[in-house]
């Protein structure tokens, strides 16, 4: 069985600056991949990013990177240049590789993060 | 915009009443999954349906079933609902063949009295 765990149940950062939200994830499989969604108050799951387990390199959207750490199990995400839209929940979520078809996510409880100016 | 809508947005049900949820995926879109969200939690998945066949289930009894139809629609139906059944319910859609993002609806918020 696989599982998420998020230690953070909130976190808060002023605009501008930069946030790093944590994760850990248990699974015996070797072909997965990890995601960060984002769920603001209109409650529409919003992917930031995305990484496949057999890439080394850490995955870069825009303001958002990941530091990936397959042997540690870890996948925190860092927000740049945090900005008041970036208030929400953010969930971390695991996908085991199925071939064709989208596979089933195991998400985490989120993270709560708050922005203010 | 995903273009995944999800009906109605809010229900108020009596405990022993039966539901059903509703679900508009993208054209194209051959594979649905359904996920409960409960207060305070991540999503909990609950089933998947690919080309109108379920293709795996949580850990959710039978009270909990669904339909999907050639147009890219599905419904979720919850029989003998229970308060626990109180929740966020989001349906999730997602391209053929290869497809990992899983484009999300806005939800349907269901309270059991």
């Known amino acids: 069985a696989q599982t998420v765990t998020q230690s953070q149940p909130e976190m808060s950062v002023q605009e501008a600056e930069t946030v790093t939200l944590s994760c850990t994830y248990d699974?015996?499989?070797?072909?997965?991949?990890l995601f960060w969604y984002k769920q603001p108050p209109s409650r529409q799951m919003i992917l930031v990013i995305r990484?496949?387990?057999?890439?080394?390199q850490n995955a870069t959207e825009n303001r958002f990177s990941v530091n990936f750490q397959k042997a540690a199990k870890s996948f925190s995400l860092k927000i740049s240049d945090s900005q008041l839209g970036d208030t929400a929940m953010y969930f971390c979520?695991?996908?085991?590789?199925?071939?064709?078809?989208?596979?089933?996510?195991?998400f985490g409880r989120g993270t709560q993060l708050t922005v203010w100016p | 915009e995903t273009g995944v809508t999800q009906s109605p947005t809010h229900l108020i049900k009596t405990r022993g009443q039966q539901v059903t949820l509703r679900c508009s995926s993208q054209?194209?879109?051959?594979?649905v999954s359904w996920y409960q969200q409960a207060l305070g939690q991540g999503p909990q998945f609950i089933f998947q349906?690919?080309?109108?066949?379920?293709?795996g289930r949580g850990n959710f009894p039978p009270r909990f079933s669904g339909l999907q139809f050639p147009n890219y629609s599905s419904e979720l139906n919850v029989n003998a609902l229970e308060l626990d059944d109180s929740a966020l319910y989001l349906c999730?859609?997602?391209?053929?063949?290869?497809?990992?993002?899983?484009?999300f609806g806005q939800g349907t918020r269901l309270t059991v009295v």
């Open positions: 999730a859609s997602s391209r053929p063949t290869g497809g990992t993002e899983a484009f």
């Open positions: 699974t015996s499989e070797n072909n997965y991949y």
């Open positions: 990484q496949e387990a057999y890439k080394q």
């Open positions: 979520a695991f996908m085991k590789h199925t071939g064709s078809t989208l596979g089933r996510l195991y």
């Open positions: 054209s194209g879109h051959n594979t």
């Open positions: 349906y690919y080309r109108e066949e379920e293709n």
